[in-house]
């Protein structure tokens, strides 16, 4: 019988906190057991997550100031709000290279 562990998500992220086998979590000397406290398809999910809210941060600091002069014209879009946000190509071959 495998032992779980419990992982424990990201309310930030919408990670929801469940067991997982102990098997499933990365191996993090830095945490005092040793284990990560997210599961490892969690912690991918919660570092790519990170990583995109730290790049929306620094472009957002980085903006002009004088960027506030209607940044989109909201009575043109009627169909704007259709769920499909565009995936973002680059993100594949990232990975690997850190
Ligand atoms: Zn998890």
């Known amino acids: 019988m495998a032992d ?4 424990i998500g990201s ?3 919408g990670i929801e906190a469940h067991e997982a086998p102990v098997t499933d979590f990365p191996v993090q000397p830095s945490q005092k057991d040793g284990l990560g406290r997210l599961c490892r398809p969690h912690w991918d ?3 790519t997550a990170l990583r ?3 790049a929306a941060a620094k472009a957002e600091a ?3 100031a004088g960027d506030a ?5 909201a009575e043109t879009k009627p ?5 499909k946000a565009p995936e973002p190509v680059a993100e594949s071959g990232e990975a690997t290279a850190q």
């Open 4 to 7: 779980l562990r419990g992982c």
């Open 52 to 54: 995109k809210a730290a």
């Open 69 to 73: 002069t209607t940044p989109e014209p």
């Open 11 to 13: 309310a930030r992220f």
């Open 62 to 64: 980085t903006r002009p």
């Open 79 to 83: 169909q704007r709000a259709k769920g």
């Open 45 to 47: 999910q919660y570092t």
